[in-house]
């Protein structure tokens, strides 16, 4: 019988930049992101510690202030855009 | 295993666009290893895998573009429509021609990472393009919502698409006047948003791209929402603090997207709303 899966936060803080710079998490144009295990290959872990690195650098790359900024900018785009492609001036935001 | 009859392609994608299916291409497995890293190309989903059978459609309607709320774009999600169709071809592949066939599930893999990328098997099925914001572009039919399915079945391949839909026209004038396109006006990398590129003559170049701040845009109200206030709750010790949090209206917007499916899971759609060719922007009344 197996234990659950822990990662070690300090193996998380020591590889969480590296990682997400090698996965499809930022992209940029001369290179393509790498899977799991080809990081793992490159960095000398495992794949599944490179999974769990991954999957919660994904999530705490940025903090919740980004989602409320997510909002603002959803909103504000939707409505300039509804008010220029209706040609209805009154509905962008003042 | 049983040969395939004369005409199966043929049949195959009548029965896709007859399904509800706007377009309909199949790519060659293969093509998949110059662009997607090993253990995410078909043939490590599904071994012996020599095509991949690609379905588009579910697009949003002119109303949904125009649409003063951000959130009205979000619930009118209609990709389950598509994947209903893609799991149908599955079906009738195994039924009718007697091949192995693996619908590709529309889900992630691990974090935000998919199994197959459905945008890359559109474009390699010669149904689209991918466009300086991200999403693969149909010339006819601008964004649509894509669903594949991985078969053992030897069927006609497509070609890629020859002309891309981005840079539409008007993108090419803007960025002569202005240096910009409507797409990274609206989505900057390098002012708070996910988005950087340039065009060069008639083609389009992404330089960068922030899928984690995407993330925080297209999943606002969405497992990664939910993990966040669910953190601060976790770390707050006042009590009614606490409740606030829990009670308030983010956590309760997210609460109901989760629980709503997929219906609710696209939550942004600004780069595509302003992009002259994701949907034509014909005139209505």
Redesign the interface.
């Known amino acids: 019988m197996t234990s659950f899966f822990r990662l070690d936060p300090e193996v998380y803080a020591r590889h969480k930049d590296e990682v997400?710079r090698l996965?499809?998490?930022?992209?940029?144009?001369d290179a393509?992101?790498?899977?799991?295990?080809?990081i793992a290959e490159r960095l000398g872990l495992d794949e599944r510690t490179v999974?769990e690195i991954?999957?919660v650098a994904?999530?705490d790359?940025?903090?919740?202030d980004?989602?409320?900024?997510?909002?603002e900018?959803?909103?504000k785009?939707?409505?300039e855009?509804?008010a220029a492609?209706?040609k209805r001036p009154d509905?962008k935001e003042p | 295993m049983s040969e395939l009859p004369t005409g199966a392609t043929k049949t195959l994608k009548a029965s896709a666009l007859k399904a509800g299916a706007s377009v309909v291409g199949i790519a060659d497995a293969s093509a998949f290893d110059a662009h997607a890293p090993k253990g995410h190309r078909p043939d490590d989903l599904l071994p012996g895998a020599r095509t991949v059978v690609v379905v588009g459609g579910a697009q949003p309607r002119a109303g949904d573009w125009v649409a003063t709320s951000p959130w009205l774009l979000s619930t009118m999600g209609t990709t389950e429509r598509i994947q209903g169709v893609g799991r149908r071809l599955a079906q009738a592949i195994e039924s009718e021609f007697g091949y192995y066939a693996l619908f590709v599930p529309p889900g992630t893999a691990s974090g935000d990472a998919p199994f197959l990328s459905l945008m890359l098997a559109a474009e390699l099925a010669g149904l689209g393009s991918r466009s300086l914001a991200g999403p693969i572009l149909n010339r006819e039919h601008g964004f649509m919502y894509w669903s594949a399915v991985i078969t053992t079945a030897p069927l006609q391949v497509d070609p890629p698409e020859a002309v891309p839909a981005c840079p539409a026209p008007s993108c090419r004038e803007m960025w002569e006047r202005e240096g910009t396109t409507p797409c990274l006006r609206v989505c900057p990398l390098d002012a708070g948003g996910c988005l950087s590129g340039r065009l060069e003559g008639a083609r389009a170049v992404r330089t960068g791209y922030d899928a984690a701040r995407c993330n925080t845009r297209v999943h606002t109200h969405w497992v990664g929402g939910f993990q966040k206030v669910l953190e601060e709750t976790l770390n707050e010790p006042d009590r009614d603090k606490r409740k606030m949090l829990v009670y308030g209206d983010f956590m309760t917007r997210t609460l109901w997207a989760i629980t709503y499916s997929s219906t609710n899971i696209a939550q942004c759609f600004e780069c595509m709303r302003v992009c002259p060719a994701a949907h034509g922007l014909r005139e209505m009344r």
């Open positions: 997400l996965s499809n998490s930022f992209q940029t144009i393509r992101g790498c899977s799991d295990r080809e999974t991954r999957v994904e999530r790359v940025y903090p919740l980004e989602w409320e900024r997510a909002i900018f959803k909103r785009a939707c409505t855009w509804s492609a209706l509905l």
